[in-house]
């Protein structure tokens, strides 16, 4: 596409007028105070906080098609990250608990644009657990969205008062809904029915194995089901979501990925390694672009950040 003067102009006062706009100042209080929070829950329980890896060899497949420039460097092959899943995995070979407010590059195709819903630069909490089994990921998820919200209301009443937005403090345990019987009952569009309904959020569980990537644990009592979960925003508002337990052994990887008929060459730095050894672990990404909407009851989760990168258009 021709970037002409008319275009930039337009760009510029798009981004000129919501950078002065009182929405955008409250919002970005509520992303400051939402990722604070979550930042301090996380470095309570023991966690260590990790920087962000922006380019490396070694990123994550994903299971929906994305466009992916690839930049050369110094004779070697890089890719913009489009998850840390690897880096988590890897990391625990020095910690035993790790987050990281990863920014995530995935170039997602122009039909996600109207979404309201993908950008294609957004920032994910991401997180993991050594040793640890599914239940204590979801645990750890369900305690902290509680605690957010509460903390939400109470420091943040003037500011969801502006938006017109009330949130409701869910009750632990969440729901859990089985993927398989969910899509039997209401159909391919499953998750967006059941989300439109809910009024807490709930668990997607069961999530049989080709509908995810080759990293997601298969279930050793379930053959073809995987270890996942999705986690899901009431009021239509979608996955928030998703995490599980993870391969980690060598052989167990190397069939998975030729499951997914991809190529063992592609990841063969992540083999090297887990042919020394790596930890069973669980985790899971939730993104903050996503979440910041939640919270603030916004239709599009462009209003949600500073300088939103909006599949398919010129963003700054
Ligand atoms: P995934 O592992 O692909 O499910 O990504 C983890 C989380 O990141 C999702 O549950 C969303 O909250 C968020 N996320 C994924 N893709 C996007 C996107 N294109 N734009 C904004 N947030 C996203
Ligand atoms: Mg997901």
New binding site residues.
Partial sequence: MMVTNELKEKVADYHYTRLTSKEMQTAMKVHTHVRRYLGDYLFKEGFVEIPPVILSPLT?P?NHPTLDPVLTCYGHKYQLTK?MIFHKQLALLSQEKIFCFSP?L?F?CED?AESG????E?T?LDLELKDAPRDVSMDLMERMYVGLMQYCKEALSEELGFFGREIKVPSKPFKRVSYTQAKEEHGPDFEEVLSKEATEPFWIVDIPLLDREFYDREDPEQEGILRDM?LIYPEGFG????GGEREFEYDRIVERIHKKEQDTKDFSILLEMASKGLSPSSGF???V???VRYICGFER?EDAALFPKVPGKLCI
């Fill in positions: 994550d994903l998850s995530n995935r997602e996600k819903c993908h950008l294609f957004f994910q999705d996955e928030a979501s998703s990404g939730i993104g672009e996503r979440l989760i």
